[in-house]
């Protein structure tokens, strides 16, 4: 089960999701038990477009294991992407309430507590994740993004810059990079014109 599991991750940083998918379902079929196996493919089914299989999976996982915190992450992003903004933030809560160091479940939070228009509870959560010390070019960037639909200009200039600081010129951070920097080209407009 071992190598099938590096095989579907390897798979996976190729960008061939169909074939990590298949890998995964074999696992799952091998134990169907694995929480784990279920979220993962439950991830991919959401990566490739397939959200209602997602979903099935998230709660299949849940149902095995429902101290996954990842799961109740990944569901909670399917419920935000599909606007169940309520739904998505009961389940970050879940997922923190179970792992207070998941910096993504906080980051995520953040971005749904943001599309609601409640920026102090974002900046909240961006700054508890910048205490946990990892992601901080993510943080930077969502916490930018915050600031600057609060119309907090110069402090979004700031967290845009530190996150280009903190992110590589190249490699898997390009479209957070582009992000930003189309982020900062939208800040400045006004002043250019």
Same mark, same amino acid.
Request: glycine share 6%.
């Given at each position: #089960? ?5 095989l579907?991750? $390897? ?22 038990? !694995?929480?784990? =196996?279920?979220?993962?493919?439950? /991830? &991919?089914?959401?990566? !490739?477009?397939?959200?209602?299989k997602? /979903? ?5 996982? &849940?149902?095995?294991?429902p101290? *996954?915190? $990842? ?9 935000a ?6 739904e ?9 309430? &179970?792992n ?16 609601l ?8 959560? *961006?700054? #508890?994740?910048? #205490? *946990? ?18 119309? =907090?200009?110069?402090?979004?200039i700031? =967290? ?9 010129? $190249?490699? !898997?951070?390009? $479209? ?9 080209n ?8």
């Amino acid at each position: #089960m071992k190598s099938l599991r590096t095989l579907a991750n $390897s798979k996976v940083k190729q960008g061939d999701y169909n074939s990590a998918i298949a890998l995964l379902t074999q696992l799952i079929n091998l134990n169907p038990t !694995s929480a784990s =196996d279920y979220n993962n493919r439950g /991830l &991919l089914y959401f990566q !490739s477009g397939q959200a209602y299989k997602a /979903l099935f999976d998230y709660n299949q996982a &849940l149902r095995i294991d429902p101290r *996954l915190d $990842s799961a109740y992450n990944n569901r909670a992003n399917y419920y935000a992407s599909v606007g169940q903004l309520a739904e998505a933030l009961t389940d970050y809560e879940q997922a923190i309430d &179970l792992n207070p160091g998941n910096i993504r479940t906080w980051i995520n939070q953040a971005i749904t507590f943001r599309e609601l228009g409640l920026y102090d509870l974002a900046l909240e959560n *961006l700054d #508890m994740a910048l #205490m *946990l010390g990892c992601l901080e070019d993510h943080v930077y960037a969502q916490r930018g993004r915050t600031y600057h639909l609060r119309g =907090d200009w110069n402090c979004a200039i700031s =967290d845009y810059q530190k996150a280009l600081k903190c992110l590589p010129l $190249s490699g !898997s951070s390009d $479209s957070l990079r582009k992000k930003v920097e189309n982020w900062i080209n939208d800040l400045l407009k006004p002043l250019k014109a």
